[in-house]
């Protein structure tokens, strides 16, 4: 279990914005690799950090936590170490990359990429090149979950053949598309939350056991 290894045959998974016990049981029982909580407060999927903790210690750690976070005060970060057990942290802002390292602080950390046509991605990559991993979204309001994806043919296929196995795929994944998807970039991870959801912020079982068995049989 391990969200950044990459195997080029296996896809892994992360389920982002969970905030319930039941949704995170569901992601134990589909032996995803990563949850995600959400701190970035006008999201439907917000935590406050004394909500997230006990969710962060649920499962026992038989899951990774990712903490996503966009331009967060020096207070809300002490208040999420504090409270809850992180092991990667995500920055949805305009994080530099040096404030991305000073609050991971030796643990893993990616970068979101919000892409159209105006984004360079290899100055981006540079910028970015000691994240772990780079997080593709699509440009929506309030820094992902819209439920929307970008144009994939925007990323020349020269750069993901090259930098495939440091990219976490996001933006309007659901299970109709995610074999397309993984088929187009043969990602390290890929990165849902709106396409499991039955409604904004509420997380579907179904749909999230549908998800994991489309990225589960494209890697087949």
Not at 41 to 64: T, V
Not at 120 to 130: K, S, T
Request: a neutral charge.
């Amino acid at each position: 279990m391990s969200l950044f290894r990459y195997d080029p045959k296996k896809t892994n998974i992360k389920i982002c914005g969970l905030t319930a016990e039941a949704d995170i049981q569901t992601a134990l029982e589909l032996q995803i690799d990563a949850i995600g909580l959400v701190f970035y407060s006008p999201s439907s999927r917000y935590l406050e950090p004394s909500q997230a903790g006990p969710l962060s210690r649920y499962h026992e750690g038989k899951l990774q936590n990712v903490a996503l976070v966009v331009d967060a005060k020096d207070e809300l970060i002490e208040n999420i170490k504090k409270a809850c057990l992180i092991d990667i942290w995500q920055f949805h802002g305009d994080e530099t990359p040096q404030r991305c390292q000073s609050i991971a602080q030796g643990k893993p950390w990616m970068k979101a990429a919000r892409i159209d046509e105006k984004f360079m991605i290899n100055e981006f990559c540079l910028q970015y090149r000691d994240a772990s991993a780079w997080l593709l979204d699509a440009v929506v309001d309030g820094y992902g979950g819209g439920g929307l994806t970008f144009n994939w043919d925007l990323i020349p296929k020269t750069w993901i053949k090259e930098n495939a196995h440091r990219v976490v795929l996001s933006g309007g994944l659901n299970s109709h598309n995610v074999a397309q998807a993984i088929e187009h970039f043969r990602p390290l991870a890929v990165d849902v939350s709106s396409g499991v959801e039955i409604s904004k912020g509420k997380k579907d079982p179904n749909l999230m056991k549908n998800f994991v068995m489309q990225v589960r049989q494209s890697n087949r």
